[in-house]
């Protein structure tokens, strides 16, 4: 018996005895047998409190609490970006996530998006902590027969978590729109509110993103589900960094947060929410080399007002040359000039 089918071993096992005309003693139940239980219990325990608190439920923008999750998805960093399908998000580029287990929604924007690949990044506000994440890997293909656990909101349930095995590693000529692509075959269907969330294995790497369910009429999730493999996530992504690089080296090593929050607004003592806050400043960059800090609050560049991360990035990016930088330091005024790009 192969490690993999050891948990449906002992359900399979548990019900032959409770389906048993003859009353079952619990002492003929073996010492061992008690043994891989209670591992196979601590082994789910332990993969819940790890993956859990990475994954989110997607909320249109202008929620409250109370309100019906759209889809689902997960940190991929510790610094806020979140992976989900690009069906979840369609039409919209603001958006609120709840990370699992919290009452609290966060803002978050559309970073980037892929059609043909039905995946989203978003960015989302941290307030400057970092989060659990669920790395990406280049290539996860899991064996048939693989256990696997799904996180995500199904039917708008956030929290929800759901298991099963892997029928098939890489199903093509499922998606009628994109019949060329493969796909994680799995043996439970994606609930509705679940697309986007991760499938991971056993050891907690991820298997791939819950995409669709293969269904021949109706509006029921009668077929199996199908995910997007992570070798598939991860080529989407690596474009994303690329992208994120260029950004970092235009703004000399500055890494800002994207929202300023009331939260961050106290905490940072800021004179008004109209600015950027750095993240961290990239060792040896730039910014690090000219006196930049974590948590510096930048108000202008070049003598002009930046009020949002979109503003600060346009006109930092404006030239190559040295520019000159103001921000809020302790309550007090600074200005640093920023070499030119090397």
């Avoid at 008690?34 to 819940?48: A, K, M, T, Y």
């Avoid at 995500?152 to 929290?159: N, Q």
């Avoid at 729109?177 to 269907?189: D, I, M, N, W």
């Amino acid at each position: 018996m192969k490690p993999s089918f050891l948990p449906f071993f002992l359900v399979f096992t548990f019900l032959l005895f409770a389906c048993s005309k003859e009353e079952v003693n619990l002492e003929d139940l073996n010492e061992e047998s008690l043994n891989v239980s209670l591992h196979l219990q601590n082994r789910l325990n332990g993969l819940f409190s790890k993956i859990s608190p990475a994954t989110v439920s997607v909320f249109p923008k202008g929620s409250t609490t109370g309100s019906t999750a759209i889809g689902s998805g997960f940190f991929i960093d510790s610094e806020g970006h979140v992976l989900t399908c690009h069906h979840v998000i369609r039409g919209g580029s603001e958006f609120l996530i709840q990370p699992s287990k919290s009452g609290k929604l966060l803002k978050a924007k559309l970073i980037k998006e892929d059609a043909s690949f039905d995946l989203a990044l978003l960015e989302t506000e941290t307030d400057g902590e970092s989060n659990s994440f669920i790395p990406v890997p280049k290539a996860n293909v899991p064996k048939e027969g693989t256990i696997y656990l799904s996180f995500g909101a199904a039917y708008g349930l956030p929290d929800s978590v759901s298991t099963g095995i892997v029928s098939f590693p890489q199903r093509s000529k499922v998606d009628p729109y994109h019949p060329e692509k493969g796909f994680v075959q799995l043996s439970l269907p994606i609930y509705p509110g679940m697309s986007g969330g991760a499938v991971v294995d056993l050891q907690g790497n991820l298997i791939g993103v819950q995409r669709f369910t293969y269904n021949t009429g109706g509006n029921q999730p009668i077929g199996p589900g199908f995910a997007i493999p992570a070798g598939h996530v991860s080529n989407f992504l690596e474009s994303s960094v690329q992208l994120r690089e260029n950004k970092i080296k235009t703004q000399r090593g500055i890494v800002e947060i994207p929202f300023v929050t009331p939260h961050l607004i106290q905490k940072l003592k800021l004179p008004h929410p109209l600015g950027v806050i750095v993240s961290y400043v990239q060792k040896d960059s730039i910014a690090e080399k000219t006196g930049v800090q974590r948590y510096d609050f930048i108000t202008h560049v070049n003598g002009k007002k930046v009020n949002f991360a979109t503003e600060f990035y346009r006109e930092i990016a404006a030239q190559s040359a040295e520019c000159q930088i103001k921000l809020v330091r302790s309550g007090k005024e600074i200005e640093i000039k920023l070499g030119p790009l090397q």
